[in-house]
Each structure stands twice: as C-alpha cells, then as structure tokens.
C-alpha cells in the first residue's frame, strides 16, 4: 500500500464513497448506512469527515460533529471505518491522529465516542494506543442491529473520553505507555473455555481490577451465540458495577487468549 493519504471532505461524490464505505466495512444495508445528503449538510455546518485515501481510492473514513458534555462543547467521533482488507496498515490510527489535530485546530480539547468493549482489537487500539479512558456504559445503546458485525448481540457501548492534549494522551501517541502488574491486579472476570467465569461473587476492594475477554467476540458468536450472549451479560455488568463502585477504564493489555481491560479506582481529592 502507498503511503495513506487524510484529507477533509466537502464534495457529494466524496460522501456517496462514505456512505458506500459503510456498507462495505459493517456489511450493513442502505437502510443502516448515514445517508450522502446528512452527511452534505453536517460538513456544512459544523460536523467534520476524513477520508483516508491509498492513491486516489478512499479506504476509510471518519465522521465526528459538535456535542455538549457536562455543559461544556466537545468533539463527537460518530463513526470511523476502514476497508477490512487495508485494516493492518494503521490507517485507522492516521485517520484518529488527523481527527484530533482537527479537534484541537478548532478549539476542542474533548472528544467521545462509543465502541463495543467485546471487540477486544477496538479495545486496545483506543484504550491502548490512543489513551482514551471510560466511565460510562451504555445499554442496548442502539437497540436490535441488523449488519453482519452486531446482528444477534444487544448493542451494549462503552462511551470513552479521550482529552485530546492531556498529558495522558500525549505520552501514548507518542507510543509511552504505562507498565501495569499485570500478574498482581485482582482478575473479576475471566475467559474460560468459551464462557466467563466470576472469579469472586463481589468486586474486591482494590486500586486496580482486571477484567479479561477474549480475542474475537464474532468467533464466540459463531461457535455459540449463547456462550455470546453470556459474554454480554457477564462484561455488562462487570462494567456497571465497576462504574458504580469509582472506578475508571484506564488500558487494554493484550494476551494470546484475548486480553485484560484495566479499571483503576479514581482518586479523589
């Protein structure tokens, strides 16, 4: 592949490629995709779309708009995408990196979105690469969903925040990363065989947590949509009680049998 290529988009044939994008990457029909006209009229007025160009061929893309949270303006990331076949080239990451230079070019210093934190390689890569942390989780967000990524699972999301000029984020794009105990955090959940196993009934009264899932949501799912399901119910509720409980996604450390989110307890002055 040539070297990726980000570039803002303004133009209806560039938005007839998102929309076909969608398609392609969700394996979702017209009726799941944001139609071209919507996103026309957002890159008018206030919302920004990148496209992530190989040559002259759009791969990807990413589509954010103006929110509030907590009465404060942030950055929306709404929806990023890449063709699966360009999917190991980083140019997700390019395209992240473009988005929160533009951010910060018009004034933001936050931006959120939402991800399902049973795909363990969206887990790392936000957690991970770019330092995004998360207090909010989100039930059945979207309702019943129809593409091929999703069909079968309720739509639980995990809302993440990412500052986009904190010290935090700034150590992680520039590829430094914590070096948690791994082996010495306690582990709530854990992958056994195809299903979750509750290693205490209770969360247990720690800084740090671990919570494993493993590598492919889709190939559980494939195998078992109960042993999925199960996984659902089991992380939901890890994730909500975690919450409830002070407690903050911090990383996603990977293992050859899936991974481990971190949660460390917030600090409170």
């Not at 398609?23 to 799941?32: K, L, N, T």
């Amino acid at each position: 592949m040539a070297e990726v290529r980000i570039e803002q988009l303004h133009t209806v044939p560039q938005m007839r490629r998102v929309e076909w994008l969608q398609m392609e990457i969700w394996g979702m029909g017209e009726a799941g995709a944001i139609p071209f006209p919507f996103l026309v009229a957002s890159a008018h007025n206030g919302g920004r779309i990148l496209g992530a160009y190989d040559g002259d061929d759009m791969i990807g893309f990413a589509y954010g708009f103006p929110a509030t949270r907590d009465g404060q303006m942030i950055f929306y990331s709404h929806m990023a995408g890449v063709l699966p076949n360009a999917q190991r080239n980083a140019v997700g990451y390019a395209l992240k990196l473009a988005q929160r230079e533009l951010a910060l070019g018009d004034g933001y210093r936050r931006m959120a979105w939402t991800f399902d934190p049973m795909q363990s390689v969206n887990a790392y890569f936000n957690l991970g690469k770019l330092g995004v942390e998360a207090t909010r989780y989100f039930v059945n967000y979207y309702g019943d969903m129809i593409d091929e990524l999703n069909r079968g699972l309720p739509s639980d999301r995990l809302e993440v925040d990412w500052f986009l000029d904190s010290p935090r984020v700034t150590d992680r794009v520039a590829g430094r990363r914590p070096a948690w105990p791994v082996d010495e955090i306690p582990l709530v959940l854990a992958v056994a065989g195809e299903e979750p196993r509750w290693t205490s009934p209770d969360l247990p009264d720690a800084d740090l947590l671990r919570i494993e899932v493993p590598t492919s949501i889709a190939a559980v799912r494939e195998r078992s949509l109960d042993a999925a399901i199960a996984w659902r119910l089991a992380t939901r509720e890890v994730f909500l009680a975690a919450f409830a409980r002070g407690y903050v996604a911090r990383d996603f450390v990977r293992h050859d049998g899936g991974g481990y989110f971190i949660f460390e307890r917030r600090r409170i002055p």
